[in-house]
């Protein structure tokens, strides 16, 4: 059974601040953001299609506090944060799935030490069917069935939607598919634990960004892709998901993705470059504090995505000492 919970064991202890399907508020323990003095110059970050927007909103509110700090975001895909980290033309290398060991090599060999990793939000990479499609559920079983020309997980090929239950002038359509580029975070966390690391069907339309995604399917019928539920627009429904087919269905909210039933919940990160023992470049740091603020996760909330506990944030700022 595949299902990578985006927490590990012992975080999967902690208590849920809100059972909500979408959390309308933060952990009150978290702490607000205290400005500091000395904060200016330059923050490159080059990363995530995913956390672009999300990235655009906490550089805006950290502005307002540093105006004297420029900051430039490229947002083409995971892929493209550690060749930015290990150039140095970035400072931050926001991703939506964890650095691949091949991509920690290359950095670790021109610096001799590893990157490191700093989890900023929680996200479920939702299953989007088009608002028309009143399909229940789909197991990623079946999801494999539909996106991967391997289909490792065992089921015979699904073509069309009558295939999946659905009745009336759906059930005959063939089923139309969005997906992302293979730059792309999402595309690989999705291959991996979706299509047990099969690979795509060639008609698989790749798209360059989530939001392009999500708008393919919201303007299609017989549409089905995949997304960071960030993305989630009133065209689109955000099918609930069980990892095995007749296994137990959960739906993308905050508390199944912060237990880890939810079969496609994972952590969004930002990677650095930071030297053991020695402190990061004082804007990159305030950044993440920022970004890990009661201001930063609110901000999380808002752009559509789960924000961390307190608990979660508190591993996460250890990092940085």
Partial sequence: MIKKAIVTAALLTLSVVSAQAAPTHIDAKIKKYTPTAGVAGNLNSVGS?????????WAEGFKKKYPNVNIQIEGKG??????????????????????????????????????????????????????????????????????????????????????LGVTGKLAAMP????????????YGYFKEHALMKGD????????????????????????????????????????PLSDKKGGPVEAANYQNVLSGKYPLSRMLYIYVNKKPGKPLPKTVTEFLKFALSKEGQEIVVKDGFDPLTAKMIDAQLKALK
């Fill in 78 to 163: 995971s892929a493209t944060a550690p060749p930015a980290l290990i150039a140095s033309t970035s400072q931050v290398g926001p991703m939506s799935r964890e650095m691949k060991a091949s991509e920690i090599e290359q950095f670790e060999k021109k610096y001799g030490y590893k990157p490191t990793k700093i989890g900023v939000a929680l996200d479920s990479l939702a299953i989007f069917v088009n608002k028309d499609n009143h399909i229940k559920s789909l197991s990623l079983d079946e999801a494999d069935a539909i996106f991967s020309k391997n289909r490792k997980r065992g089921l015979p090929e699904i073509k069309t939607w009558g295939q």
């Fill in 200 to 239: 795509f069907k060639n008609t698989v339309k790749e798209q360059p960004g989530s939001a392009s995604v999500v708008e393919g399917v919201a303007h299609d019928i017989s549409a089905i892709g995949y997304s960071g539920i960030g993305y989630a627009t009133s065209g689109v429904r955000a099918v």
């Fill in 175 to 186: 089923i139309s598919i969005y997906g992302r580029n293979s730059a792309s975070g999402t």
């Fill in 49 to 57: 299609d995913t956390l672009n927007n999300l990235m655009t909103y």
